[in-house]
Each structure stands twice: as C-alpha cells, then as structure tokens.
C-alpha cells in the first residue's frame, strides 16, 4: 500500500488522498462499526487501555483534547481495529478512519502485521483553527492482513493544540442492520445486574441497533426489587422486557432469549447478544460484535473476550478451544494471548477459536434455525458443546480483538465448588456427543485425578467426580428437569464434607490462630515421578505416616503432592476470602475409593454405548419444543 500525504487545509483543499473529506461536519455515509474511545466507563480501568498519550491532554469518552506537541495513539487493545479478522471474515475491503477535529495538527493511519512490524498507510495534515470544527476521513484498503495485523490511528498537535470529537471506524454499508437482542442472564445477582443494565442504559449510541433487551431473572431476590431498576426502565423503555422463571442455570437463562426472539420474530434474521449479570459492562462491545456479525461472509457466533475485573488491564484469552478427549476447556490456540498485560501486549496473530464463552457472545438466530438450541444442562460446557455443534455443520467462531468485557477472574475461583460437578458431567456429555472417546484413556485420566483428591483430602471432590460419572452414565433421561434436581442434590451433597466448606482465616473451627504455622512447598516434582510420588503419599496416607500437628498453607502450594503430607490442613481458598480445614479420615477415603473405582470400571465398560443415546437423544434435547416444556409454554 502507497503511502500518502495530501494536506488539508481550512478551506478543504487537498492534494494526494483519494477519498478524503474535510469542511463540513456532515458526516459522510457509511456504517459505524467501531467508535474510538478515549477514556474507560469506569475508574477501575485505566485510559491507556483506549488511548496512548504523549504530553498534556484532558479525555473523555468521546473526545480528547491534546495541549500543544501533544499526540495520541490509539494501538491500544481497544483503539485498534482488528482488520485481519475483517479481511478474513467479512465482505468489506476498505474501512474510514472518521473524527471531528479543532486546531491544526497531522493524523496518520498505521497498520501493523502479523509481527507486530508497523508501516504507515496515509497521513494527513488538518489546518482548522478558526474554533470551528471539520471533518477528516481517511479511507485505508484492508487487502494485507490474512495472517494478522491492525490499524490504528495517531494524532499530533501543532502548536496551538488539536481537540478530537467523535472518532470513529466506518465501511460503506447500505441497507438496514440485522437488528440485535441483548439477553442477561441472572441469579441472586440484582445490583451486579442492575450495574450492567445501567452501563448499556447511560450509552444510547451503542443501543441504536438493539431492539431489545431481556432480563432473565431466574433468582429470589429479583432485580426489579431495586431502585436502579426502575431508573433503566425509564432510559430503555420498550427495549426492556424483564421475564421471570424458575432456575435452570446459564444455559436455561439465555436459551430463553433465543426462545423469546424466535417467538417475536419468527424466522426473521437477528443477532442475539449473551452478556452476564456480573460483569463490568463496555457497551462498546455490542456495536463491534453486532456490525462484524452483520458484515461476516456466512453467519458466525461471534464472541467478546474476557478481561480480568480484579486485573483489568489482563486479557484472559484471545481465542480458545478444548480438548474434548481430556475434558480440558480453556485452552489458548496456538499464538493466542492468555492471561497477558493488554497494555503492553498486543494480539497481532490472527487466531481461530473452536468456541466462546458466553460471558458476552452474539449467536445468529439462524445458526439456532440450523443447529437447534442448547443443551439443557443447567450451565458449564453449554457455550463449548453448542461452538462445537456449530463448527461441526458449518458456522464458525469468531473471538473479535477489541471487543470485551471484564469478568471475574477464574483464577480467583476455587476449583473444588459444586460446579465441578457440572464442569465434569458437561464435559463427558459433550466428548460423547462429539468424538469417538477413549473409555480406557479417559477411565485412567479420572483414576489418577480420584487417587490425587484422596490423598489430598479433598473427599468432597473427590466425591463430586464420582456423582459426575454417575450420572453422566444414566444417560440423558437425567437432562429432562434441564438440571434442577442435579444443582439441588450435588449442594446437598456436597455439604456432607466438612472440606468444601470456606471459614474465615481467623476462626477455624477447633484451632487458635498460634496452632498452626505456614508450609509452604518445596519445588515442583519431575514429571517423570509423578507417579512414584503418588504411590508414596497414598501409603502414608493409608497407614497414617504423616505430620499430625496442624498446619497451614498457601493457596499457590496447595498442590495434591504436598498437601498429602499432613493430616490436618488449612487451605487458604483461591478466592482469598477464607480457608478449608482437610482432616485425614481413612475410612471415608476407604468407601470413596471402592465406589470411585466401580464408577470408573464403569465409564470405561459402557461408554460407547452411553454415547450413544445421548446421540440419538440430541435433536429432542435441543429442539424448540423441549424448551417450551421447561419453561411451562
């Protein structure tokens, strides 16, 4: 691409730039499919995650005005426009870099490549210091970013300063847009939900092309009870539809969303837009995804990326897949950014995702006519299954860069809850549905991960893996409640031991805070001896040849292969809000290991044959008429 310099002047003379406009403010036509933002919604999060400043500058979420010599860049994770996903894609090939500018100054378009290297595609030179405000666009080719790369814009001020309103990515577009529906999903949530209706209430723009939004509220303290309710009621008017219903987790509180949409608009196109109750909400992300999918070549869920809400500028995953045979989610696709600073980092890769989660995620309504709904498995793995089903005829994934939402941080989430339970069935539910599995490689994965709960002490874990094979083996007949008896028995259950339950570290049950010191462990074992270690800690823990005095440790250090040398453990909990006593008991272990070992004599006996009835069972589990059962229509 050549690169060019015309001049713009005042007066609106040009000279080298096809395309480019200045004088009026009228804004030329074409289709929005990304705002530059200066500033974050929120406090929590800093500005250089939107822009790049050189000298004094004052921001606001629209504007920013630069002091004299100042400049701003906007390769920044939510300034840059993600062109190798729109080349690779969608149908557009040239994209406008539009922005309402005071004061004279130079902007310039830069792209990058699949290496991050930059090269500068156009600049031009902005003479308006008469204190009225002109237009600049700038058009830029997207014809050079298959394997990666993005464009960005920088700004430098002349001396008496530059003011930027209004900034924007444009590509022609005619017609109307898709129109979107935004479904939330709630449960006990009511502020957090109120908090995200009220971020996408306070930002009309980034509504414009959402009809609707649902609240889902499957919880007893609802969110109409609040006063900020009733204030985004007023703001969003006939878009707000709140519907109540009895709890069928996540994959029950956002499939009636597509049920509703179906419902309104039979089989006309639309976007359906997840977004969670407890996330920081940047409503910007609804116009990205929703543009992009209007724009894409066939229809494709295309899906947001999580940012960390305890660490806001960390980036949990640019794009992922699983590994159905291990039963492992969450896994970065190769070049893909995971748990890396957004600020100093930048995802230049292009990378395919098999999957998004659905902490924000746009599902076309005809992807649903094709595919059928989700599965009824009340929540975990529900957003992997139906990627996959999608792929799988057809209808791919995309992670969209820039657009994102922050959401607690998974590592600040124990493992060992009543989740895992959904977490493990899900996950047999969807290998059996998807793969031929291994029965016997999956059967000696689970055995290690039994013995290593055992002699850890988590009893209630390990007890969890084994109701999770249980019942995954009584076949789909168990899904018909779409979970509800599942969440309630593995609580209940699940409380029988005393280990799953959190105290706060300065009043553990049956010990003084002088009773116990903390131990930390020591490296980490070879590979190769995991096994030789294991045998160990399982005979001491068998025979009692462990330190009996009470000790603490870390959550970092809680590893299964220290853990085992105690009998009596205080946990620090990965939330860090507490800790969870482990007691050696050698006759629970006993009854846990016996009925463990039957399960898993089990899974590996009659997998095949489990496999397929959930198969057969699928276009029923997934249809129209299954969701009208559950939610009594």
């Not at 059967?443 to 991960?449: C, E, F, S």
């Not at 040849?545 to 009596?568: K, M, N, Q, T």
């Not at 898993?600 to 969701?627: F, Q």
């Amino acid at each position: 691409m050549q690169e060019q310099h015309p001049t713009v002047t005042e007066n609106g003379e040009l000279s080298g730039l096809t395309g480019l406009q200045v004088g009026s403010t009228d804004r030329p036509s074409g289709l929005t499919v990304q705002r530059t933002l200066f500033a974050a919604p929120s406090p929590l999060v800093s500005d250089d995650m939107y822009a790049s400043v050189k000298g004094s500058a004052a921001r606001s979420r629209a504007g920013i005005q630069l002091g004299p010599r100042g400049s701003v860049e906007t390769n920044t994770y939510f300034g840059r426009f993600p062109a190798s996903y729109w080349q690779r894609w969608t149908t557009v090939t040239e994209v406008a870099f539009v922005a309402e500018v005071e004061g004279r100054g130079d902007v310039e378009i830069v792209a990058t490549d699949y290496e991050g290297r930059r090269r500068t595609v156009a600049t031009a030179r902005v003479d308006a210091t008469s204190g009225t405000t002109q237009l600049v666009r700038i058009p830029a080719r997207i014809d050079r970013f298959v394997d990666g790369g993005a464009l960005f814009a920088r700004l430098r001020a002349g001396g008496a300063g530059l003011t930027v309103h209004h900034a924007e990515w444009t590509v022609p577009f005619e017609g109307r847009l898709r129109p979107a529906s935004v479904v939330i999903c709630t449960f006990n949530r009511a502020d957090d939900c109120v908090a995200t209706l009220t971020a996408m209430a306070d930002d009309p723009i980034a509504l414009l092309d959402v009809d609707t939004v649902y609240v889902v509220d499957q919880g007893t303290d609802r969110v109409d009870s609040r006063a900020g309710f009733q204030h985004v009621r007023e703001l969003l008017g006939s878009k707000l539809v709140y519907l109540n219903q009895p709890n069928l987790g996540g994959a029950g509180g956002f499939t009636r969303g597509l049920f509703e949409v179906h419902d309104v608009r039979g089989q006309d196109h639309a976007n359906v837009i997840f977004m969670d109750d407890d996330v920081l909400c940047e409503p910007e992300a609804v116009v990205r995804m929703n543009t992009f999918a209007n724009l894409t070549t066939e229809p494709a869920i295309v899906g947001a990326q999580m940012l960390y809400l305890l660490h806001p500028d960390r980036v949990h995953v640019g794009a992922e897949a699983a590994d159905l045979q291990r039963l492992e989610a969450g896994l970065p696709v190769k070049d893909a950014l995971a748990n890396r600073n957004a600020i100093k980092n930048k995802q230049d890769f292009r990378v395919d995702a098999a999957y998004n989660g659905w902490w924000s995620c746009l599902i076309p309504s005809e992807i649903v006519a094709s595919v059928g709904y989700p599965l009824p498995v009340f929540f975990q793995w529900d957003d992997i299954e139906f990627g996959y089903r999608s792929r799988a005829q057809g209808f791919a994934t995309v992670t969209l860069p820039g657009a994102a939402v922050w959401h607690a941080d998974f590592a600040w989430k124990d493992w060992d809850e009543w989740h895992r339970y959904f977490n493990l069935r899900n996950a047999m539910i969807t290998a059996a549905l998807h793969i031929d599995v291994d029965s016997k490689a999956l059967a000696a994965q689970l055995r290690t991960d039994l013995f290593r709960y055992l002699v850890s002490m988590q009893y209630g874990m390990a007890f969890t893996l084994i109701k999770a094979i249980e019942d995954f083996l009584r076949g789909p007949e168990f899904l018909k409640d779409g979970g509800v008896e599942a969440a309630a028995a593995i609580r209940r259950d699940r409380s029988d031991y005393g280990e799953t339950i959190r105290h706060p570290a300065n009043d553990v049950p049956g010990l003084r805070p002088a009773d116990m010191t903390i131990h930390p462990a020591a490296s980490t074992p070879k590979q190769s001896l995991m096994w030789a270690i294991l045998a160990k800690r399982a005979l001491g823990q068998w025979r009692g040849r462990v330190i009996g005095h009470p000790v603490a440790v870390p959550a970092e250090d809680a590893h299964w292969w220290h853990v085992s040398l105690f009998s009596h453990v205080v946990v620090t909990d990965s939330s860090q809000e507490g800790v969870r006593v482990r007691r050696r008991d050698k006759a629970l272990a006993r009854t846990l290991l016996v009925r463990g070992l039957r399960a898993l004599r089990r899974l590996r006996r009659e997998m095949p044959d489990v496999a397929g009835t959930y198969r057969d069972a699928m276009p029923e589990l997934t249809s129209r008429e299954n969701w009208a059962r559950l939610y009594g229509r």
